[in-house]
């Protein structure tokens, strides 16, 4: 559409004819003479990003893409025998915003340079000295481009560090996303199962273009296999603007990495959710941490300062009351068979055996407390963690870690306990062993260095629960790990 010039200009302004003296009028007036000369700019502009035509006897399209000097495109591409195919357009890069590129697309030329018979590491040398306005020829890929769909966003906790600069496979090293264990990731496309994509959580605003990350069933299969598989970090690097590796080599690994998929039992992601804790609803909080470590005198000095804010669980036992107990207070006195019956039907976080009497503490004891308003302040063994946050009640985990070996010394030495160096190395022990097999499910940890110091960096984790909302495990996956 361009303006009104030239013969139907001039019939218009001659017309005798009530009708056209008014469209005269109106295609003159000066508002909608400026409204499609903004038109014809833009129409124009969309011409020059994008125009289809022929070449060699193929319907090609050809596309402008602006490029910032070292800032990739944010897509992938493929050797398809002597073709170089886009195989992956990443979310919030120039490719995706424009809306031009498409996944199979054939990359013909780029800036008048033909592209065909290039090898996909000679495309990234190319590319990664342009920048400016880039002119793609392409043949369009002949599937049909799926209609644009939102995405639901998946949030997990990563439990492995990941560098890229480090892994032979990923597709490009320059839209790979470093990460370290307990990092929240936020999982936008995982379209392709292998590399998903995925911002850091903090990084969304400074961090346009998402970045890739290992696909859950992907790593958990290189984990399982790093055993047998020799080191190849030193092999042939895919230079990618971003590419893939040769076809060859890519078959080859995915055919040895997909022997065996029952890997559920090795941790890589767990999904999560954002959680507001309501102020009648407190989170209960389950203090981890070997013998010696200070654990238990933390949980007796918050029930001792504020017993209107903090309770425990009544536990459960089998053993008769003593002249002083009573029922409900300061145990459930239960007989065995009933102990044994809801063991058997997983009512008790954990439970064991003294002196011939069963003790144990369950689930509704703690939801007890939890529905009194009142923080319900837990000491567990870790093996009894999985239970808890299998669980509605959305614990708040707290690791306390002993300090050095001669620090613990002086500490326990205050308290009047003296143990051997031979004690004092099984503590440092302990707490490390917990760390490796268990780290996953803390949420926060405390090195009791200073008692006084640990109890208000304690104080200030349970009260920044009442004030900001926390990452915790999503309910629907709390016993599944990705």
Excluded at 117 to 144: A, R, Y
Excluded at 241 to 248: A, L, R, T
Excluded at 369 to 393: D, P, Y
Aim: net charge neutral; with cysteine.
């Amino acid at each position: 559409m361009k303006r009104p010039k030239g013969r139907v200009q001039r019939v218009l302004q001659t017309s005798q004819q009530k009708e056209g003296l008014e469209l005269s009028a109106l295609l003159t007036n000066p508002h909608l003479q400026a409204l499609m000369q903004a038109h014809d700019i833009v129409a124009v502009q969309e011409l020059t990003e994008e125009s289809v035509t022929q070449y060699l006897g193929e319907t090609v399209k050809l596309v402008r893409l602006q490029k910032a000097r070292d800032t990739p495109l944010g897509a992938t591409v493929r050797n398809d025998l002597d073709n170089v195919v886009v195989s992956r357009v990443v979310k919030g890069g120039a490719a995706e915003r424009s809306g031009l590129l498409s996944e199979g697309d054939e990359i013909l030329e780029i800036n008048g340079i033909p592209i065909r018979g290039k090898h996909v590491n000679e495309v990234h040398d190319l590319l990664q000295e342009m920048h400016g306005t880039l002119t793609f020829l392409l043949i369009p890929t002949s599937h049909n481009k799926p209609a644009p769909h939102r995405q639901t966003v998946m949030h997990v906790r990563a439990y492995f560090d990941y560098d890229p600069s480090d892994d032979p496979f990923v597709p490009c090293r320059e839209l790979g996303l470093s990460f370290q264990k307990g990092d929240i990731l936020h999982v936008i496309s995982q379209d392709d199962p292998n590399w998903w994509q995925a911002y850091r959580d903090g990084d969304e605003d400074n961090q346009p273009l998402a970045g890739l990350i290992p696909g859950k069933s992907f790593q958990q299969q290189r984990e399982s296999l790093k055993k047998t598989i020799p080191d190849r970090s030193q092999e042939q690097q895919g230079k990618i603007w971003c590419s893939k590796k040769s076809k060859k080599l890519r078959r080859k690994n995915t055919s040895t990495l997909n022997r065996n998929t029952d890997h559920d039992d090795i941790l890589t992601y767990e999904e999560m959710s954002l959680y507001h804790q309501p102020a009648n609803r407190k989170r209960p909080i389950a203090l981890i941490g070997p013998a010696n470590s200070g654990y238990d005198d933390l949980r007796r000095r918050l029930l001792s300062i504020e017993p209107e804010k903090f309770a425990v669980a009544v536990p459960h036992t089998t053993r008769n009351p003593r002249i002083h107990e009573r029922n409900g207070r300061e145990y459930h006195f239960v007989s065995r068979s009933a102990f044994e019956t809801d063991l058997a039907a997983g009512k008790f976080i954990e439970s064991g055996e003294y002196e011939k009497n069963l003790y144990g503490t369950s689930m509704d004891s703690v939801r007890h407390v939890v529905n009194s308003g009142r923080i319900c302040l837990l000491c567990l063994h870790t093996r009894s963690l999985q239970v808890l946050r299998s669980s509605n009640l959305k614990p708040f985990v707290v690791f306390i870690a002993p300090p050095s070996q001669e620090r613990l010394r002086t500490l326990l030495a205050t308290d009047g306990k003296t143990l051997k160096l031979e004690e004092l190395k099984v503590v440092i022990e302990k707490a490390r062993e917990m760390e490796v097999n268990y780290s996953h499910f803390f949420d926060a940890t405390i090195v009791n260095f200073d008692p006084d110091q640990a109890f208000q960096e304690l104080r200030r984790l349970v009260d920044k629960l009442d004030t900001e909302p926390h990452w915790g495990c999503h309910i629907r996956n709390c016993t599944s790990f990705f």
